[in-house]
């Protein structure tokens, strides 16, 4: 089983950006699918980008905006976002899975971004 803890959000303005990050540790990560989710109050969780290389899939609500990276030479996963919007506020975690299989795979504890108009 992999571990993965969330960092990076925080309080940005309309228009700013944030990178989150997502370390791994138990299992290398770059044979798993890696993914951003990310949970508004008194709403569901919704997808907001994967990668599962050489693909990336991306949410269009963020489509143009947001971009998703990893290193694996740090065992880590990004989440660049850029153009935030204050809809863009939500609890962001991350997740991995070996088959993309994300709702069985292991996923962070999340981190919060919040951005004020």
């Known amino acids: 089983q992999v571990q993965l803890v969330e960092s990076g959000g925080g309080l940005v303005q309309a228009g700013g950006s944030l990178r989150l990050s997502c370390a791994a540790s138990?299992?290398?990560?770059?044979?798993?699918?890696v993914g951003w989710f990310r949970q508004a109050p008194g709403k569901e969780r919704e997808f907001v980008a994967a990668?599962?290389?050489?693909?990336?899939y991306y949410a269009d609500a963020v489509k143009g905006r947001f971009t998703i990276s990893r290193d694996n030479a740090k065992n880590t996963v990004y989440l660049q976002m850029n153009s935030l919007k204050p809809e863009d506020t939500a609890v962001y975690y991350c997740?991995?899975?070996?088959?993309?299989?994300?709702?069985?795979?292991?996923w962070g504890q999340g981190t919060q971004v919040t951005v004020s108009s």
């Open positions: 997740a991995a899975d070996s088959k993309g299989d994300f709702d069985s795979g292991s």
């Open positions: 138990g299992r290398t990560l770059s044979t798993y699918a």
């Open positions: 990668r599962n290389d050489p693909t990336t």
